[in-house]
């Protein structure tokens, strides 16, 4: 039942006793707010990424708080990194290594020990278990599998939102077809 100071019964009611002298004002009116509804559709999920980054940050930042605590006594193989790039969410591992004495020799740049690969996801929204076959037993295939899980609800929450989006895009382009269309009946009565 729709609430009767919605504007959903308004356009109800309306529909219902129109007179012709008012339709073409009302389905300007009404095409306007449709398209107006849609635009904001739009700007929400170009928003969207910033958003769904701080919450999937959430979960990386956990990991990394526990990661540096075994950094001294049993360190990880794997880090995580969280980001937006051209308004894409990105929710991303690395396999971490460490150089031996003899690599480290031949650097000029005796600063970083650790060298990270990227890993990658392949399909689906999850990384498979099986990447992450060296993490250390101990603590970090379970921490790794708690973040994996945060970062694929993301991820599937980012592909809802861009289906959102490619519909809210469809609509506009069938209201703009609509609008065109009803024109065409002010020439057929004049």
């Known amino acids: 039942m729709l609430d009767e100071n919605s504007a959903a019964y308004r356009w109800h009611k309306m ?4 007179k012709p002298t008012e339709e073409k004002q009302a389905f300007e009116l009404a095409l306007s ?3 107006n509804a849609l635009a904001q559709v739009e700007r ?4 969207e990424p910033y958003l769904l980054e701080f919450l999937a940050s959430c979960y990386a930042n956990n990991f990394w708080h ?3 605590s075994y950094r001294d006594i049993n360190p990880g193989h794997f880090a995580c990194r969280v980001r937006n790039r051209d308004n894409a969410f990105e929710a991303a591992w690395h396999h971490n290594w460490y150089m031996s004495e ?3 020799a031949q650097r000029h740049n005796k600063k970083y020990r650790v060298r990270s690969t990227h890993i990658r996801k392949g399909k689906g929204f999850r990384y498979p278990k099986g990447r992450f076959s060296k993490a250390n037993k101990e603590w970090e295939s379970d921490l790794i599998d708690y973040t994996e899980d945060g970062f694929a609800l993301v991820r599937e929450i980012r592909h809802e939102i861009l289906a959102i989006k490619k519909k ?5 382009k069938r209201l703009h077809k609509l609008h065109k269309h009803f024109k065409k009946m002010e020439v057929l009565h004049d």
């Open 15 to 18: 529909a219902q006793q129109c």
């Open 44 to 47: 929400f999920t170009d928003q």
């Open 33 to 35: 707010q449709s398209l």
């Open 168 to 172: 809210a895009q469809t609509c506009t």
């Open 66 to 68: 526990i990661h540096r």
């Open 102 to 104: 003899n690599q480290m």
